[in-house]
């Protein structure tokens, strides 16, 4: 597909112009809903996108993945709730769980126990969780900021909590404070 600098289609071809908005739009975290399906027309300056597919143990980002995910952060140092440190947000290393991100998926099905729920319902979804890693690897200030369904909620903040110490994030060497966002995929039947 061939496309102006602009990122606008050159042509008029529906299912090009199709392709492009669910390209742009498909990983956004709270689409916008328009009668009952998803509003994919809304422009990309507008809309902030962030992946959380697991990376391969082995896989290592190129210079241009580097790149662009620097490009994303939108403030490079936040105030922590707890105690006025500073947290990064743009960090040389990202905070990570003891054995990697397929580790830390492996510990929430292990350790996530799902609620008893009323009726004859399924339910499934990704409840995002985020929290605060400190400089020594404790976790803090965790908060749901996108619900499933409440005990769901409750469930995956208590299993962020027992979680064992990350690896804190590293600025120029040293630990620091840093925020991390993590998905919990949830699927009730």
Known sequence: MAACSDGKPQGNDKDTLTRLSTTLHEDSIDP????GEIDRTKPIK???VKKFMPLKEDSKPSKKNKRAKTAVVQSAIATDST???KIFDNVD???SFPGGIAACMKYIADNFRYPNIQGDCSIQGK???SFIVNEDGNLNDIKVKKSVYSDLDKEAVRVVKSMPKWIPAKQNGKAVKSKYTLPVYIHVQ
């Not at 916008?32 to 009668?35: A, L, S």
Request: proline residues 0%.
């Open 32 to 35: 916008t809903m328009y009668n």
């Open 46 to 48: 507008n809309v902030t």
């Open 83 to 85: 105690n006025n440190s």
């Open 93 to 95: 290393e990202e905070a």
């Open 127 to 129: 409840i995002v969780v």
